[in-house]
């Protein structure tokens, strides 16, 4: 009985409604090799839904096949020449197992004798199979560059929008429910001094619905949101931002206000808190650096984040990984042990904290004050312009003119100290939750996002190594005195009393 192996291929829904399904093409490759007195021992299939590296992974797999098989095949099926292969480089593919293996190359449907004319014809046909794929491909991008002069969105619009059909074109309206939420969630950011964090949390409080299959809002979609220029009219095509015709939803002075006040922040969705520099290995030195490791179980696909040194791979290093978990552990037990019950010495060490922070404000008071001062000599400016103008000093289009630039420019330095407000509120915020951390708000840590943990770290250790799974900080002055104990047992009558080195007179 001969053998074949065979290929059947399907790369739209128009080939298959046109009638070369895969079982079109499975059952009349069945057919022939059946009427040949022979059958299919390998059957290769490539369906519509295929990637471009799953076709070519599927191509390549008959390929080696074919090659290692050679001596006990009979010949390759194929429903078509087009069918066969998309493109002139994977037909040459097909001829060479032809010439230099004896195999076969078979068109049911399209037969062609092993001659000359009968190959020449096969090659024509597959250079029309090529020109019609790479025409296919000139004509999309032509679609989608038409598309997006026009302003419309090549795929699917963004949250707050929906696509539609209309007068047979596909079009972009906007969702009333999706969009209010869009424009509050603006809001909250812009006006309302609220972090990322607070946003979130504020429309999840007031009821408001993500999506149907999904009713609380995601950290990295409302991101997301805030830095999506299509809300203020545009549209995003290989990597540039085009004007749009839907309509916006933001207007341009919010746009600016809440770029400014993100002030280009990252979103990190699978951070490693803990990779990046942080710790050192204890053993050679070298950076500690994280992994995410997926695991498969009865409940699903877990995640798991581990942390080794670079050097973990070498031979005399030791095999050693620690999980996230583990180390997070040992970080909350450091911040348990800072917790000082004695509230003279809560307002000491507040004391301390406030007056190391107080050089880093400085900058801070100095731009704020040279900012206030321009905002002062703009005021001034339009006072005397408007005088001016009631004197008739200038006409009317000067007048508007130099007012639309001072307002401008005013405008501005509203918003640059609104922004200089904010980093200096969440600095002083940040100086008061590191040490309120260690003493009442310790689910502050656990709850935090990655850039709120890493700026803790830094400010609390000035460095750190991993010994083993062991985590070995170096605090930073004055957490150090906080870690290390401020409290000793070796006073009189059994009571814990405070250091007297550690803490002013008045606190003893």
Known sequence: MKQFAALARVSSREQEREGFSLEVQEDALKRYATQAGGEIVKFFKI???????????????????????????????????DRASRNLFDYVELERLESEYDLPFISVSQPTESTPAGRMMRRTLANMASFYTEQQSV????GLNRRVQEGWFVGLAPYGYRNLRKDGRGVVEVDPEAAANVKRIFHLYAYEHLTLDGVVERVNAEGRVWRKSQSQFPRSSVHNILKDRAYIGE???????????????IDRATWDRVQALLGGHVYHAQSLTYAGQLIACGHCGHPITGELVRKKTKDGIRHHVYYRCTY???????????????????VVAIFDKMKVEDESVRDWFRMVLASQT????????????????????????????????????IDQEVFARKHTEMRDRLASIKLQ???????????????AKVFELSQTLRNQWLIADYAAKRRLLEIVFLNCRLDGVTLVPEMRKPFDVLAEGLLVSSSRDDRIRTCDFLLPKQAL
């Not at 098989?69 to 009979?74: E, G, Y």
């Not at 004509?139 to 032509?142: P, S």
């Not at 008071?365 to 001016?388: K, S």
């Open 47 to 81: 369906a519509e839904t295929a990637s471009k590296g799953d076709e070519r992974k599927t191509f390549r797999e008959l390929i080696a096949y074919a090659k290692k098989n050679a001596f006990a095949l009979d010949g390759l099926l194929f429903y078509k020449v």
């Open 358 to 393: 107080r050089d880093a404000q400085a900058d801070s008071r100095a731009q704020r004050a040279e900012l206030t001062r321009q905002e002062t000599l703009i005021i001034q400016q339009q006072d005397r312009l408007l005088n001016m103008r009631l004197s008739d000093d």
């Open 417 to 431: 100290l609104d922004v200089l407000d904010r980093s200096h509120d969440e600095t002083a915020e940040l100086a």
């Open 235 to 249: 549209l995003l095509y290989q990597g540039e931002w085009y004007p749009g015709k839907h309509e916006p939803l």
């Open 312 to 330: 973990y791979n070498r031979k005399d290093h030791p095999r050693v990984r620690v999980r996230e978990a583990d180390i997070e552990s040992q």
């Open 139 to 142: 004509d999309v991008r032509e």
